[in-house]
């Protein structure tokens, strides 16, 4: 049994439910705790009031509750799950989560060739800055299709 955990980062997406799930059984195994994590952020100058950082925060935590009732529902066994909504940039909340951890899990992006050469991924982005193993998870073909389109 690990003490450490496993990160896993989370956006809604097919794929990072696909992550999720792998993570899952990742935990189950290694009888760790599985980290959840999906990164929340807003404009402070369009979304100015407070209550527009509170809805972000919310909607991040719905993100991640969505996930884990759906990845519930098709299993038997759960390791212990910590639920984390942080602010700030996907990559850099993801790099910190992975200080300490036993592997951090992420999806790979789904977005064009060139958008990933031009704008870079978060998964680019942990691969290169990340504290613990990276275990990419990569896009199916129906969902590099859809996201060409």
Do not use: Y
């Not at 200080?99 to 704008?119: K, N, Y």
């Amino acid at each position: 049994m690990s003490t450490k955990p496993i990160v896993v980062g989370i956006d809604g997406t097919p794929a990072s439910d696909r992550a999720l799930e792998w993570a899952l059984d990742e935990a189950v195994v290694r009888g760790c705790p599985l980290h959840v994590v999906n990164a929340w952020n807003f404009e402070a100058l369009t979304d100015w009031t407070e209550t527009a950082a509170q809805r972000a925060q919310a909607e991040s935590e719905a993100v991640i509750e969505k996930a884990l009732q759906a990845a519930e529902a098709r299993r038997q066994e759960m390791p212990e799950i910590v639920r984390k909504s942080p602010r700030g940039d996907a990559a850099e909340v993801l790099e910190q989560a992975s200080e300490g951890a036993a592997m951090l899990v992420v999806a790979s992006h789904t977005g064009h060739r060139i958008r990933q050469i031009v704008l870079g991924s978060t998964s680019m982005h942990v691969v290169r800055h990340a504290h613990a193993p990276i275990v990419v998870i990569p896009v199916n073909d129906r969902e590099l299709a859809e996201s060409t389109r």
